[in-house]
């Protein structure tokens, strides 16, 4: 079975700089949140989006932005990049009449030097 | 802001043993839900259970829920060497589903 594909599945980054990560949910399912999960840590909710519409906000830090394309992909913008934005982003994505079940991708392993 | 808080932190068991990790949680639920993660990887859905329930199994795995006491348990009987990884239990609040994590289990399950 299809499952959430994000891309690129590593990435290294300066302090400063931009990133943009991708996320492509299970095919018809139409809703894609993302998490970011630090070292050691437990995984945190950054965004939601539905229908290509924001549906929910948790953490996520001013220097970031994301958007949920007509296609159903979704994208994590993020800029100005810190030392402590190093970590696993992971996105996950539900089918509206599941919304119970969030299926996660492999992540994206994002280091800051 | 950390909901489910896990506890143990750590756990080491032989082979064959059962497991028992157990969660608590802050706020009114939609459900609760159990993720393994092998270490650095992805986040694997075990198991969901509802507000109204107070027992599921599935497999290998026992989810109990207790909502007067806001907390969860996840039993996995027999244990493998493969079962090595962490868990987490998330939440969805009430009106919303964005899932909040505890803090996690690291499971070792010594062969």
């Known amino acids: 079975a299809a499952g959430v594909i994000q891309s690129p599945r590593h990435l290294i980054k300066e302090k400063r700089e931009t990133a943009t990560l991708k996320c492509y949910p299970i095919p018809r399912h139409d809703t894609v949140y993302w998490y970011q999960q630090g070292p050691g840590q437990d995984p945190q909710f950054l965004i939601s989006?539905?229908?290509?519409?924001?549906?929910d906000k948790g953490s996520i830090p001013d220097r970031f932005s994301a958007q949920q394309f007509s296609d159903y992909h979704s994208e994590l913008n993020m800029s100005s990049l810190e030392l402590g934005d190093s970590a696993l982003y992971f996105c996950a994505s539900s089918l509206v009449l599941d919304l119970e079940t969030q299926y996660f991708g492999p992540g994206t392993r994002l280091l800051v030097l | 802001s950390q909901q489910g808080e896990e506890d143990p932190q750590a756990l080491s068991i032989q082979e064959g043993e059962n497991a028992t990790m157990n969660c608590s949680y802050k706020t009114s639920i939609n459900n609760l839900q159990w993720y393994r993660q092998n270490s650095g990887r992805g986040l694997v859905h075990l198991i969901l259970?509802?507000?109204?329930?107070r027992e599921k199994h599935s497999g290998r795995l026992r989810v109990t829920l207790d909502t007067s006491k806001k907390s969860s348990s996840l039993l996995i009987t027999a244990s493998r060497a493969a079962d090595t990884a962490s868990y987490f239990c998330?939440?969805?609040?009430?009106?919303?589903?964005?899932?909040?994590f505890g803090s996690g289990t690291r499971l070792q399950v010594q062969p």
């Open positions: 998330a939440t969805a609040d009430t009106g919303r589903r964005a899932l909040t």
């Open positions: 259970i509802r507000s109204n329930e």
């Open positions: 989006f539905y229908e290509k519409m924001q549906s």
